[in-house]
């Protein structure tokens, strides 16, 4: 055990954390050349990502330092701040972190953010500055910038590229000197934490996991101490490129089992592992039920679909837990579900998984965030608000809570005003502002999560010209002023274009809505009313007027094929349409007031 060293790599997007993890396997040796070039061609189809330790959860290396033989396991941490909770155990796996900043571009939002997770959980930080190699490299200021963050000496921070391999043996020697051996008890009760999974049509789900204390057998009878599930190790090992098989996984060190578990569902990420025969009295701390953050409706665009789009969700809930639907009717749409996300992200990646994999065409609604509701009739009975049309009755309301995040923004000191003003609009409140130089500035905001889905990361982007980060986490529900803005084509109410909007703003969105409507839905051969309601109350109204030419009139019956190309077009443009009543209407206007600047 005292040889074993368990640590992550935590950086922002493109610092350069798989490139990193790959010259640290090339020269352990982990991976020969063969080999590699062997698991890209597997899986090229399959995953277009690039690295290695993209597809491998956690790893490990073997390492020698002064004729004593050293275990690495290096773990994977997802990047995206959907899976936050996700990283939080990566880190809980681990006793030390590998801080990666790039040198050309200074300590960013996700920097911070995995940062505070890995000084939470005690690990031993490694700062590193990374890109050494490139010409625009500032080691000085951004070293400052490091220093003042950990509050380490200048002589900590290690200079790299993992591009040239420049450094990198100085970081495996870090390894060694300064993180931690685990401790854990072989001989007590076993307590494993499962930190990630891994989906297997063939052989069920493989859970990865940390050994905390005791030791697990091969065959051995284990229990998942949260689900309260029972099932037999037919497999455990270690990972490298590929499984080893291992008779046992002692304390300290990391592995995988495979028991035929066929759902995600049944693995959660932060369950503890025991042994049927000799349990642990008491689960790892700090497991949370994941729940999902972002709803919207799917809907099939060919009604016909419906059972079709079941069975597909159904599949992709096989390997991706944090994933929930059930099944609910829209008066405009039909038949579709109520799908729960982790967060925008998340949310895009199940639409195009769906069109990819499974070849569904789908209409989404508007994500909406989940609202808590108290009745008058009964004040302290939580009613849990997933869809705008499960609003109470306003009459018999008494309270609405919505959800609340802390956000962390890191941008240069001249775009701090512009960024104010749009947490502001945003209903942010400032809570921090803290100069991490002179030039860079870290602002902390409490804001609605439901300001975070409607546009922000785009507009933050345009405002700093690239230059802002952004992360956040979630702080607990607050009360909330809101009303449902609701959208009728010639008078019908359609239900699935409806928001629940904070009050002081509802009347603007309303006819912003209306008027992003007129763009977005297609002229038809009548004219089309567009308003927007509050309760019985008309707030906006435009008008889409008639069609008057044939689309393809204009090219005289000459140019054949611009004229073809016109029809594929309006063809390609029909895919993700859905005829309301007698209104067509296209995938964009159901996003449409995600896009209203
Ligand atoms: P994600 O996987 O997208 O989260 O990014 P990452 O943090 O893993 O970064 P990645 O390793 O993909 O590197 C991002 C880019 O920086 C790639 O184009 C790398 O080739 C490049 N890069 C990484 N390290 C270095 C370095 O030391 N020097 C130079 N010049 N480029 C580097």
Redesign the pocket.
């Known amino acids: 055990m005292k040889n074993i060293r368990n640590f992550c790599i935590i950086?922002h997007?493109?610092?350069?954390?798989?490139?990193l993890a790959d010259r640290m396997l090339d020269l352990t040796q982990t991976v020969t050349a063969r080999e590699a070039q062997a698991q890209l061609l597997d899986n090229m189809d399959l995953e277009r990502e690039r690295?290695i330790t993209?597809k491998s959860h956690a790893i490990q290396m073997d390492y020698v330092l002064n004729g004593n033989p050293y275990k690495f396991n290096l773990i994977d941490t997802p990047?995206h701040v959907d899976f936050s909770y996700e990283v939080s155990r990566s880190i809980a796996a681990c006793e030390g972190a590998l801080l990666i900043v790039d040198a050309t571009q200074g300590i960013q939002a996700q920097t911070i953010s995995n940062l505070y997770l890995a000084l939470e959980h005690d690990l031993e930080i490694i700062p590193i500055l990374?890109?050494i190699?490139?010409p625009s490299s500032n080691p000085e200021e951004v070293g400052d910038q490091i220093i003042d963050l950990i509050g380490c000496e200048r002589e900590d921070i290690l200079l790299a590229?993992?591009?040239t391999g420049e450094g990198v043996d100085k970081i495996l020697e870090a390894i060694v000197d300064r993180i931690p051996a685990p401790d854990g008890d072989d001989d007590a009760p076993l307590q494993a934490l499962i930190f990630d999974s891994v989906f297997n049509s063939f052989r069920g789900i493989e859970a990865i996991f940390r050994v905390k204390n005791g030791t697990i057998k091969k065959g051995d009878r284990v229990k998942f101490m949260n689900t309260g599930k029972e099932y037999d190790a037919d497999e455990i090992g270690t990972l490298k490129l590929t499984k080893f098989p291992q008779k046992e996984i002692k304390s300290g060190d990391v592995g995988y089992i495979i028991s035929g578990i066929k759902e995600a569902k049944e693995v959660k990420v932060g369950d503890t592992i025991t042994t049927k025969a000799n349990p642990a009295s008491s689960a790892i701390e700090g497991f949370e039920e994941v729940k999902p953050m972002v709803f919207a409706g799917i809907y099939p665009v060919d009604t016909e679909e419906f059972e079709e789009l079941r069975a597909s969700l159904e599949k992709l809930q096989l390997n991706d837990a944090s994933l929930t639907f059930e099944a609910e009717t829209s008066a405009a749409l039909g038949f579709g579900f109520r799908c729960g996300f982790l967060g925008m992200l998340h949310m895009e990646i199940i639409q195009e998984r769906l069109e990819r994999e499974f070849n569904m065409t789908v209409i989404t609604t508007v994500p909406n965030v989940s609202y808590y509701a108290y009745t008058k009739k009964d004040k302290e009975q939580r009613i849990i608000v997933n869809n705008p049309s499960d609003y109470p009755d306003p009459a018999i309301l008494d309270r609405i809570e919505e959800p609340y995040i802390k956000a962390q923004i890191i941008t240069k000191s001249d775009f701090v005003g512009a960024v104010m003003t749009l947490c502001i609009e945003k209903r942010g409140e400032i809570v921090g502002q803290t100069y991490l130089t002179s030039d860079r500035v870290e602002l902390t905001f409490d804001m609605p999560l439901a300001e975070i889905v409607f546009d922000f990361y785009d507009r933050l982007k345009t405002i700093s010209k690239g230059y802002a980060s952004f992360d956040y986490h979630p702080v607990g529900y607050r009360q909330s002023d809101l009303v449902k803005v609701d959208i009728l084509l010639n008078s019908e109410p359609i239900d699935a274009l409806s928001a629940l909007i904070h009050r002081g703003k509802s009347q603007d969105i309303g006819r912003k809505l209306c008027m992003k409507l007129r763009e977005l839905i297609p002229r038809q051969q009548f004219v089309i009313a567009i308003q927007a309601a509050i309760g019985a109350k008309i707030v906006a109204r435009e008008t889409l007027s008639a069609l008057r030419k044939d689309v393809t009139a204009k090219c005289y019956g000459g140019d054949i094929s611009r004229k073809r190309k016109l029809l594929e077009k309006q063809k390609a443009g029909k895919k993700r349409m859905r005829q309301l009543g007698n209104v067509e209407i296209p995938q964009q206007a159901f996003l449409a007031v995600l896009k209203l600047n």
């Open positions: 950086a997007i493109d610092h350069g954390k798989s490139t690295g993209i990047g990374n890109k190699d490139l590229s993992a591009k």
